[in-house]
């Protein structure tokens, strides 16, 4: 079964620093999907970044980028010019293009700013 | 366009209750996915409805059903509630044409405290 690893309970940044959030997953498929969810204390999940398994070029969405490496099943977010607004938990998520009703969630990470 | 809404917000019940809880997809999102969000960990997927149908479960026991409606909206039913039922509840709505990777939108959440 696919596992998501967050291994960084808290992290913390000064504003306008970066900051780089690991995740690092298990699975025996080819074909998958990788995202980053924030998650500030309104609760409502909020998708940051996503990649997708096939390209190898690492996902960009303003400041926030990622680090894909496929064979070492790792995937980091980097939060460049760190703002306030970016506190929040901060969730690796997994899910299969064979099967895609089961997105596997890590423990989360809490940024602090 | 509306987004993903959930009832009620929050809710107190005893153990052995049921309870029911409410969501309404994204406009033109006919699938929604079920998550149980235990306090300090990441969400747990619980099932999926797409077109009023269930189209898969995680590792949750027969007590958590669910419904989709024909406007898409869908409710999750828990039975013989017990304390490890205390959680968020989240749902989220997607569309096969919402991209490849089928992003997943997400509501507010459920409080749910069993007591």
């Known amino acids: 079964a696919q596992t998501v690893t967050q291994s960084q309970p808290e992290m913390s940044v000064q504003e306008a620093e970066t900051v780089t959030l690991s995740c690092t997953y298990d699975t025996s498929e080819s074909d998958y999907y990788l995202f980053w969810y924030k998650q500030p204390p309104s609760r409502q999940m909020i998708l940051v970044i996503r990649q997708e398994a096939y390209k190898q070029q690492n996902a960009t969405e303003n400041r926030f980028s990622v680090n894909f490496q496929k064979a070492a099943k790792s995937f980091s977010l980097k939060i460049s010019d760190s703002q306030l607004g970016d506190a929040a938990m901060y969730f690796c998520a997994y899910r299969s293009a064979y099967n895609n009703n089961d997105m596997r969630f890590g423990a989360g990470t809490r940024l602090t700013v | 366009e509306t987004g993903v809404t959930q009832s009620p917000t929050h809710l107190i019940k005893t153990r052995g209750q049921q309870v029911t809880l409410r969501c309404s997809s994204q406009?033109?999102?006919?699938?929604v996915s079920w998550y149980q969000q235990a306090l300090g960990q990441g969400p747990q997927f619980i099932f999926q409805y797409y077109r009023e149908e269930e189209n898969g479960r995680g590792n949750f026991p027969p007590r958590f059903s669910g419904l989709q409606f024909p406007n898409y909206s869908s409710e999750l039913n828990v039975n013989a509630l017990e304390l490890d039922d205390s959680a968020l509840y989240l749902c989220?709505?997607?569309?096969?044409?919402?991209?490849?990777?089928?992003?997943?939108?997400f509501g507010p959440g459920t409080r749910l405290t069993v007591l």
């Open positions: 989220a709505s997607s569309s096969p044409t919402s991209g490849r990777g089928n992003e997943q939108f």
């Open positions: 406009s033109g999102h006919n699938t």
